[in-house]
């Protein structure tokens, strides 16, 4: 008996193993392809370093990974969950680790940026994350300062041991928002209470004890966050546009607010704008830079120097896209970038760069950039002197989008001269590496957007001529003229012309597969796209969150058209329908999409006009929307079919006279069409006055 069960066993084992397949390691990627992407950046970091081939990034999506800066390929890659436990709070780079806290301020990691391994892993206490920063001892990064609501704690960056946690005096009332150091043994931990004061507490470094506690009175400051900055030596500096000027507050010696006037340097805020300082902190070790962004309006920079109290101006950038610092050894160099609009007149910057363009859509926003083309250059931090041969011109595809973020890499070439390249996301989720290299600019470009795709529908592609002769031979009028032998024939003479393409076929695949991926990619476009003899290559219609349309041929993956529809509000539900496939000849395929625009307008579709000064409307009465039809017509005595005229959109307008002479009153009444404002039908009841009560369902009005 067990002998039988075994041999059962072998059988049904054989019999599996029978349809089983494989593929080859070779032959991964020959007739298949794949994408992977990693969506919208969040954060990143770019290694300042001439030989450097990677950039670390966090995104919306919940993903750390590091990208090949040569090809723009995923070097690795990790997911986190897709809820809001898995969203990344914050990421920091130091050397060859990267630090990220998730899951709202529960969760540490540190990564290998490398091979992206795991390093260590910590659990956070509660409690509302605000901000992480690197703290420096001794001419080297050890501690990792964690800002919580109510908490201070520094965690060793090789391990992530918790080195002291402190409670942060009077946390129930000050929102803490900012942690800073500079690498003097000490840290400090900023709050603010709304419209009131800044407190400033002063941590020792070596045992978290208490050093200094400050209380500054700032009756016009709300927030911390994208406002004040520290700049130079421990110095923290606030926008006022009350006063329309700069208040700083050294952190090591000062007890009291100075107050800087900006009109001694013709600047202004702009009304119902939020300023903001932008400083930079190479090196945590060393104190922040004493120049420092002041972004005036959305398009309006200027950069600062700040030092022993006296502040001037470096350059001033009128019309300006983004900004961003980077660092190479001793220098540091400022990115702005700029519209190049031709139609408009040069500004008064000595680059000679013209336009003018707005960072992120808002009621301040000045005029977009009309040509999509866009210029960047670098200037020495030191004097605000912009650097030769640094220019970077590029232009964007897809009309309505504009530059979100740009992160500058920035190195020393052989001859001691700057070197760069620019990490650019635009609005669409589109990232660009831009390089002055040989002629190319844009080194490589990814299309994060197709991280998340909503909706895809496959579609046919055309007919070739000779596709379309070989079916049309087979119609009524070809049965009916060559008769049955010629239409033998006819099927004989086209499974021998489909025998033939499909060996063609076969060559041309295993042809392929000894190409190159990115050579097939190049030798597909959309003049040369027509259906294959066996119908499997395909139009793959995919609509993604951001509101961008592309159409990918299916057997490599290429992109072949792109669509950006700036109106469109993110994240919103997107229906996609096939109206008109191929069959449809001549008229090409055809495909609606349905979605809910950005900005809740209204336009005028049609107007009826009522002379108010004969009548008046008294009432407006539609039919129900949940009314249900159980008898669309009538029979009648041919067994012909009366239908009725069921019309969901009609409206039943009654008026009323404006005269109130019994002799000269009466009720109007019109049947209008909801759709198109057409009056469909129209009557008068004379001597008659209101109030009128109307009932109106399926093919009928009855008022009284």
Same mark, same amino acid.
């Given at each position: 008996?067990?002998?039988?069960? $075994?041999?059962?066993?072998?059988?049904?084992?054989?019999?599996?193993?029978?349809?089983?397949?494989?593929?080859?390691?070779?032959?991964?990627?020959?007739?298949?392809?794949?994408?992977?992407?990693?969506?919208?950046?969040?954060?990143?970091?770019?290694?300042?370093?001439?030989?450097?081939?990677?950039? #670390?990034?966090?995104?919306?999506?919940?993903? &750390?990974?590091?990208?090949?800066?040569? !090809?723009?390929?995923?070097?690795?890659?990790?997911?986190?969950?897709?809820?809001?436990?898995?969203?990344?709070?914050?990421?920091?780079?130091?050397?060859?680790?990267?630090?990220?806290?998730?899951?709202?301020?529960?969760?540490?990691?540190?990564?290998?940026?490398?091979?992206?391994?795991?390093?260590?892993? &910590?659990?956070?206490?509660?409690?509302?994350?605000?901000?992480?920063?690197?703290?420096?001892?001794?001419?080297?990064?050890?501690?990792?300062?964690?800002?919580?609501? !109510?908490?201070?704690?520094?965690?060793?960056?090789?391990?992530?041991?918790?080195?002291?946690?402190?409670?942060?005096?009077?946390?129930?009332?000050?929102?803490?928002?900012?942690?800073?150091?500079?690498?003097?043994?000490?840290?400090?931990?900023?709050?603010?209470?709304?419209?009131?004061?800044?407190?400033?507490?002063?941590?020792?470094?070596?045992?978290?004890?208490?050093?200094?506690?400050?209380?500054?009175?700032?009756?016009?400051?709300?927030?911390?966050?994208?406002?004040?900055?520290?700049?130079?030596?421990?110095?923290?500096?606030?926008?006022?546009?009350?006063?329309?000027?700069?208040?700083?507050?050294?952190?090591?010696?000062?007890?009291?607010?100075?107050?800087?006037?900006?009109?001694?340097?013709?600047? $202004?805020?702009?009304?119902?704008?939020?300023?903001?300082?932008?400083?930079?902190?190479?090196?945590?070790?060393?104190?922040?830079?004493?120049?420092?962004?002041?972004?005036?309006?959305?398009?309006?920079?200027?950069?600062?120097?700040?030092?022993?109290?006296?502040?001037?101006?470096?350059?001033?950038?009128?019309?300006?896209?983004?900004?961003?610092?980077?660092?190479?050894?001793?220098?540091?160099?400022?990115?702005?970038?700029?519209?190049? *609009?031709?139609?408009?007149?040069?500004?008064?910057?000595?680059?000679?760069?013209?336009?003018?363009?707005?960072?992120?859509?808002?009621?301040?926003?000045?005029?977009?950039?009309?040509?999509?083309?866009?210029?960047?250059?670098?200037?020495?931090?030191?004097?605000?002197?912009?650097?030769?041969?640094?220019?970077?011109?590029?232009?964007?595809?897809?009309?309505?989008?504009?530059?979100?973020?740009?992160?500058?890499?920035?190195?020393?070439?052989?001859?001691?001269?700057?070197?760069?390249?620019?990490?650019?996301?635009? $609005?669409?989720?589109?990232?660009?590496?831009?390089?002055?290299?040989?002629?190319?600019?844009?080194?490589?470009?990814?299309?994060?957007?197709?991280?998340?795709?909503?909706?895809?529908?496959?579609?046919?592609?055309?007919?070739?001529?000779?596709?379309?002769?070989?079916?049309?031979?087979?119609?009524?009028?070809?049965?009916?003229?060559?008769?049955?032998?010629?239409?033998?024939?006819?099927?004989?003479?086209?499974?021998?012309?489909?025998?033939?393409?499909?060996?063609?076929?076969?060559?041309?695949?295993?042809?392929?597969?000894?190409?190159?991926?990115?050579?097939?990619?190049?030798? &597909?476009?959309?003049?040369?796209?027509?259906?294959?003899?066996?119908?499997?290559?395909?139009?793959?219609?995919?609509?993604?969150?951001?509101?961008?349309?592309?159409?990918?041929?299916?057997?490599?993956?290429?992109?072949?058209?792109?669509?950006?529809?700036?109106?469109?509000?993110?994240?919103?539900?997107?229906?996609?329908?096939?109206?008109?496939?191929?069959?449809?000849?001549?008229?090409?395929?055809?495909?609606?999409?349905?979605?809910?625009?950005?900005?809740?307008?209204?336009?005028?579709?049609?107007?009826?006009?009522?002379?108010?000064?004969?009548?008046?409307?008294?009432?407006?009465?539609?039919?129900?929307?949940?009314?249900?039809?159980?008898?669309?017509?009538?029979?009648?005595?041919?067994?012909?079919?009366?239908?009725?005229?069921? *019309?969901?959109?009609?409206?039943?307008?009654?008026?009323?006279?404006?005269? #109130?002479?019994?002799?000269?009153?009466? &009720?109007?009444?019109?049947?209008?069409?909801? #759709?198109?404002?057409?009056?469909?039908?129209?009557?008068?009841?004379?001597?008659?006055?209101?109030? #009128?009560?109307?009932?109106?369902?399926?093919?009928?009005?009855?008022?009284?």
């Amino acid at each position: 008996m067990a002998a039988a069960v $075994e041999a059962s066993r072998f059988w049904l084992w054989v019999a599996l193993l029978i349809p089983a397949a494989a593929v080859y390691e070779d032959q991964v990627g020959k007739f298949d392809w794949r994408q992977q992407y990693v969506g919208k950046l969040k954060f990143a970091s770019l290694e300042f370093s001439p030989g450097s081939k990677k950039l #670390v990034v966090a995104t919306e999506k919940n993903v &750390i990974a590091a990208l090949n800066s040569r !090809t723009g390929e995923i070097l690795w890659r990790h997911v986190d969950k897709g809820t809001v436990e898995g969203a990344v709070d914050a990421m920091l780079l130091c050397g060859q680790d990267a630090i990220t806290v998730s899951n709202g301020g529960r969760i540490m990691r540190s990564w290998e940026t490398n091979i992206g391994g795991l390093n260590w892993e &910590i659990t956070l206490d509660s409690g509302s994350f605000q901000a992480l920063g690197l703290v420096g001892l001794q001419e080297s990064v050890r501690y990792i300062a964690v800002l919580k609501k !109510t908490t201070l704690a520094l965690h060793h960056l090789s391990s992530g041991h918790l080195k002291w946690v402190e409670h942060l005096p009077e946390s129930d009332s000050i929102h803490y928002q900012m942690v800073y150091s500079y690498g003097s043994g000490v840290v400090w931990a900023l709050g603010v209470v709304p419209f009131s004061h800044v407190n400033i507490v002063k941590f020792n470094v070596e045992d978290g004890e208490i050093v200094q506690q400050v209380r500054v009175s700032t009756p016009w400051l709300k927030s911390l966050t994208r406002a004040c900055g520290v700049v130079d030596e421990a110095v923290l500096v606030c926008p006022d546009p009350s006063s329309r000027s700069l208040q700083t507050l050294a952190l090591e010696t000062e007890w009291e607010l100075r107050q800087i006037p900006l009109q001694s340097l013709d600047l $202004e805020f702009a009304s119902e704008f939020q300023p903001r300082v932008l400083p930079t902190q190479p090196n945590p070790v060393d104190p922040t830079r004493a120049q420092f962004f002041l972004q005036l309006s959305p398009s309006h920079y200027a950069l600062l120097h700040y030092h022993h109290g006296v502040l001037s101006l470096l350059k001033n950038f009128p019309q300006t896209a983004l900004v961003s610092f980077a660092t190479t050894g001793e220098k540091t160099v400022a990115a702005v970038m700029t519209c190049r *609009n031709e139609a408009q007149k040069p500004s008064s910057s000595e680059d000679g760069s013209t336009g003018s363009f707005s960072e992120k859509s808002g009621p301040q926003d000045s005029l977009p950039c009309f040509n999509q083309t866009y210029t960047i250059n670098l200037y020495l931090m030191e004097t605000g002197r912009r650097l030769l041969d640094t220019t970077i011109t590029f232009s964007l595809e897809q009309n309505g989008t504009r530059p979100e973020r740009m992160y500058i890499q920035v190195f020393l070439k052989k001859d001691d001269s700057v070197g760069y390249r620019a990490l650019v996301q635009t $609005e669409d989720h589109l990232l660009l590496f831009l390089q002055q290299l040989a002629g190319r600019v844009v080194l490589w470009s990814r299309e994060e957007s197709l991280a998340e795709a909503v909706c895809l529908e496959m579609v046919d592609l055309p007919l070739t001529g000779a596709q379309a002769e070989l079916e049309g031979e087979f119609g009524k009028k070809a049965a009916i003229q060559d008769g049955l032998l010629g239409m033998f024939l006819k099927r004989l003479s086209s499974q021998l012309i489909l025998l033939q393409a499909w060996t063609s076929h076969l060559w041309k695949m295993f042809y392929d597969a000894r190409k190159p991926r990115s050579q097939i990619k190049n030798e &597909i476009n959309i003049d040369t796209l027509a259906r294959d003899e066996f119908n499997l290559q395909k139009m793959m219609v995919m609509v993604t969150a951001s509101g961008k349309l592309f159409g990918i041929e299916s057997s490599s993956g290429t992109i072949l058209w792109k669509q950006y529809l700036p109106s469109v509000k993110p994240d919103s539900s997107f229906k996609l329908m096939v109206q008109r496939t191929t069959a449809h000849f001549p008229h090409p395929p055809q495909c609606t999409l349905l979605v809910k625009d950005k900005d809740l307008t209204t336009e005028l579709s049609w107007e009826l006009t009522i002379p108010p000064e004969v009548q008046r409307i008294v009432q407006v009465k539609g039919k129900r929307s949940s009314e249900h039809v159980h008898s669309q017509g009538r029979v009648m005595g041919d067994r012909s079919v009366l239908y009725k005229s069921l *019309n969901p959109n009609l409206l039943a307008v009654v008026t009323e006279s404006t005269d #109130v002479h019994h002799e000269r009153t009466f &009720i109007g009444i019109f049947l209008v069409d909801g #759709v198109t404002g057409r009056i469909i039908h129209s009557s008068v009841q004379r001597k008659a006055k209101g109030p #009128v009560h109307i009932v109106h369902a399926e093919n009928w009005v009855v008022y009284q």
